[in-house]
């Protein structure tokens, strides 16, 4: 089945850095999806993009998808303690097809 | 905030036991998803339903069995439970299958 690749595993950063985290796959996507799990709660959505090449911002996030549509980036500018968690990609190639995740990047903070 | 309620929070249980997990949902959202958690897999999807009494299989499904007899309720059952269904199991749902879903906390499922 259709698998993501989401790098890197996890990170270790100092509060106030940025963050860069991406997602690659071996098929195309009409949909990239970034969600965010907080410990002991279920994953939200931070952000959708639907078009090749779309750039969307969401506060101190970005997103991007990919021209070639098999990729998507994730951004996060000036990290605070409250950007912990595990941030997820997804892909969605169209209504009759089912969500894909990706493993997950793993994001700690030291203050 | 999409109003999704999973119950017991927290099971611990022996193998071959019935297991049953509950979803519910406040809206009317025509489509509910459950799925599973582990480490290195990230979530990984069992069942869906796209209303009542419809369902169909994800990429995990064996060994696992739904049902949704009420729009806002949607059940996964594990009928025999192995070691290796030991794993926290997220309730979803959507209003269109646009991949835009509303999850809630989980269950954390140990079998012993």
């Known amino acids: 089945g259709q698998q993501l690749n989401q790098s890197p595993q996890s990170m270790f950063i100092q509060e106030g850095e940025d963050v860069s985290m991406n997602c690659t796959s071996s098929s195309i996507f009409n949909t990239w999806l970034w969600y965010k799990q907080e410990p002991g709660e279920g994953p939200v959505l931070l952000i959708a993009?639907?078009?090749?090449?779309e750039l969307t911002s969401n506060g101190r996030l970005t997103a991007q998808f990919g021209i070639t549509r098999k990729d998507s980036f994730l951004n996060i500018s000036a990290s605070i303690p409250s950007d912990v968690g595990i941030y997820f990609c997804a892909g969605h190639s169209g209504p009759a097809q089912k969500l894909v995740f990706g493993q997950g990047t793993r994001l700690t903070i030291n203050p | 905030d999409a109003g999704i309620t999973q119950s017991p929070r927290h099971k611990v249980t022996e193998t071959g036991t019935p297991v049953t997990l509950r979803c519910h949902q406040t809206e009317n959202h025509r489509y509910m998803y459950w799925y599973r958690q582990d480490p290195g897999h990230g979530l990984r999807l069992i069942h869906y339903?796209?209303?009542?009494?419809?369902?169909d299989k994800g990429e995990v499904s064996d060994g696992y069995s739904v049902s949704r007899s009420k729009t806002e309720d949607f059940l996964l059952t594990l009928e025999s439970a192995t070691s290796s269904q030991t794993s926290v199991y997220f309730c979803?749902?959507?209003?269109?299958?646009?991949?835009?879903?509303?999850f809630g906390s989980g269950t954390q499922l140990s079998v012993l």
């Open positions: 979803a749902n959507s209003g269109d299958r646009d991949g835009k879903l509303f």
């Open positions: 339903s796209y209303g009542v009494k419809d369902t």
């Open positions: 993009l639907y078009k090749a090449g």
